[in-house]
Every structure is written in structure tokens, then in C-alpha cells.
């Protein structure tokens, strides 16, 4: 145990590239818990009414529930208050889960709230669940807050679209004589230790109630149409593995899960919860499940809007200048399988051409006449617009200077993979870039195939920045 605590004293001196070590020795030693410690707690999540009486638990009790972790897919032993609204048995689509505390200086809540409402529209309403967890001990201030939450949101709360809850203090670990990490003053080092424990207890609560979750703060502003946008995301990345997706760059905002994996991370957050904060925690997280690097998408969809911070009340004025208020305008980018026969530079293949993760693209050596980029959707689809960019702000002359775009059907199986056997152009490539609106009027068929063809050689090397298609029907739902 001593060496554990000894790595973690270390890690915010570790660069990027140490990862890998720490997140085996990470590893090892949840594996040693699993093995080690006791066994046989059974972990069933109690949810009990406001009105109702609570039972305060023993220090022991709740440490055998927090030590027991044969089984990282059960749910952790608390008692919540339910101080308004109650789930409903539909499974919905997305959860949308906040933590708050009492503030020195501001308060969010309420405006957060709003906006994940307003920006949605009415299609869009009837698949999100909201959970606010009042995590602050101050129960006098949380019952102030409960009744501003009902008097302005009280038709979402009676439509089940929006929940709020509470876990006892006595529920918590010790949050005094916590271990000094980073040298950090202990009134830090026991905001962001309960911080940690307050979200274990939202993502416990929400593990049921949808098949997706999102973690946002209480201080954040969303984009028109979230949902969608993040509908389009998880349909393109059908039949890919991910745990975690980003949806903006700061802090514990716009960060989404299976909810399959929400059992988990409460544990692992429970584990740790001295140890370091919160978003440290989830790269370690994130490595463990085997997601090396971060899946993060632009533009990010929630902006913070605090001017101060929830701890002691300091300044915090970060925004996210990937953020933008209206993304409708995300591409659906339908399933597919990507080739090319150009020479590929180190990491940079063929499929980042066609992700919407942020700075990634395609990057080959100087393409001949004759070479060929493809997409071919796993099944044929109606495209009602094509826009692709090639090249970079810092590698301008990277682009394609001569080249076509085809839209293909009747795939057929050959030795190079699935190909499409009949082509149609619909334009040529106009200083690197080629956008085509009304596709779907303009062909008779359902596309199979989107190619692009280099129509003359050329000596500088070739980005493909973003390859972005929108199609005609709706996007598909995950269930």
C-alpha cells in the first residue's frame, strides 16, 4: 500500500508519455482489491422519499460497502432523499447529470437547468433526464434551492424530465486528516476529496435511468440541439469502442458514458477519492478501459459561464473557444469503412478523415493521377450534402490541387475490399476544398460508395482535414 501512495505523490510530475506505466500499476492494484478484500456485501441501492425516516449508518457499515469491490458492476449502498420529482420506468436516451454546492460568490444552478431545456427542442425533451445532486451538507440552503428549482421548473419535474436528490453526510467517508498530495492546502485537498465522492453518488444514482450519461457542472451553457449533435456522434461511432467522449475541453463538463460503465467509475472515484481530482481521475479511468487517447469533439457543445469558482469563491473565467451556440450543422457522417491507396504518413490513416474528433485529419504523401479515397457506408443511404476540406492553416499547400468527387452504387466484394462498380462526379475539387448541396435531387439511387479521385500528380503531400456528410432521413436512435 505504501508504494501506491508513494506513485500517486509523483504522478503530477509525470508527462504525457509515463501514462502507460501508471495506469498498469493502476491496474495491478485494482486487481489486488478484487482479489484480497473481503467479498459477500451485497451492494443494492436504497432510494427512499424525503418524508420518509433516515436511518444515519455506522463508519463501519459505510466502509465495508466502499472496501467491498468483487463486484464493480453493483451499485453502491445509499439511502437517497428524493427532494423533488421521482424516476420514471421508461428508459430514456440520455441522462444529463449536475453536482452543486452552496457558493461563496454566484450561483449557476438555476440558469444550467434552463439551458439544457430551452436549447431542446420538444422531440428532444422526451429522451433526457435531469439529475441535480444537492451535495452540500447546508440543508437549509438546499431546501431553498429546491423550492426555486420547483416554482421554475415544476411541468419538467412532473414530466419526469428533471430529478433532484440528496446522499446523506453520513453516507460520506471522513473528510478530515485527508493525505496532502501536491502540496495542496487541506481546505483544497477536502473541497475536491467530497467533490469526488458527490459525483460517485450521482453516477450511482443514474446508472438505470437511460442508456447514455453526460456529466456537466452547474455553471455551464449549452448549444441548440445538443442532443442531436451528440446523436449524430454516437451513430457514426457505431461499432467502435469508446468509454468516454468529450464534448468540451474543460474541467468535468459535456464528458459522456455508457451508462453500463457508470457503476464503475463510482467505484473507482470512491477509491481514489483523496488522491487527486476528479478529471485526473478519469484519464486513469479512461486508460484502464482501454481507451488510450481522447476522443474529443469540435465543436464542444457546453460552455462555462461561471465567473467564480465553487471553491472559496475564487475567479474562474475559462471558456472554451471550441464552443458554439448553434450545432445543427454537425454532419452525420453515416457508418463506414474507409480506404486509400496513398502512402500514409506515420499515424495519420485514412479513418481520421472521417472522424469529427477535434485535430485529427488524414495526411498522405503527394498523391499520383489515378489515387483514390473512399467511403463505404455498411449499408446504402440517402446523402443530401457533401463538404470536404483539405489542408490546414499551417500547411495550406497540403490540399488537393486537382481532384473529383464521385458518389458510387452496387458494391461489390473484390481483393482490396468492398467497391462500388458504377460512379457518378458531382464537381471538381475548387482550391482544395469541394461542398455539393442537394445531392439527393441530383441522383436517382441511394449511395453506396463517396469517392474522391486525384485527377492530375502533384508534389506536395495531401490533407484530407474533414470529410462531412448529412443525410436526408433522421438520424437512427441507439437503444
Known sequence: MRLLWKSFDKMRCLRKRAMLPVLTFLLTSLLFFNLYLDDGYVLEGEKRQLGETIHPSSSDRYMHTFKDLSNFSGSINVTYRYLAGIPLSRKKYLTIGLASVKRKKGSYLLETIKSIFDQSSYEELKEIVVVVH?????????????????????HHIIAGRLLVIQAPEEFYPSLDGLKRNYNDPDDRVRFRSKQNVDYAFLLNFCTNLSHFYMML???VRCSRNFLTALKKVITSREGSYWVMMEFSKLGYIGKLYHSRDLPRLAHFLLMFYQEMPCDWLLIHFRGLLAQKDVIRFKPSLFQHMGYYS??????????DDDFEEDSIDIPDNPPASIYTNINVFENY????????????????????TGDFFIVIFNKSTKI??????????????????????EVGQKSVETK??????????LGEFKVGNIEVNGVDHKIGF?????RIVVTASQKEWLIIRTISLWTSQPVGQLK
Open 134 to 154: 444537492l451535495a452540500d451538507f447546508d440543508l437549509v440552503w438546499c431546501e431553498n434551492v429546491v423550492q426555486e428549482i420547483t416554482r421554475k421548473f415544476a
Open 349 to 368: 490513416d485514412a479513418t481520421k478523415a472521417y472522424s469529427s474528433i477535434a485535430d485529427e485529419y488524414f495526411w498522405g504523401k503527394p498523391p499520383c
Open 217 to 219: 457542472e452547474d455553471d
Open 384 to 405: 443530401s450534402r457533401i463538404k470536404i476540406v483539405t489542408g490546414t492553416e499551417d500547411r495550406q499547400n497540403d490540399i488537393l490541387h486537382h481532384g473529383a468527387l
Open 416 to 425: 482490396q475490399g468492398r467497391q462500388c462498380t458504377s460512379y457518378i462526379t
Open 310 to 319: 465553487s471553491y472559496k469563491g475564487v475567479e474562474n473565467k475559462l471558456k
Open 446 to 450: 441511394d449511395i453506396e460508395c463517396v
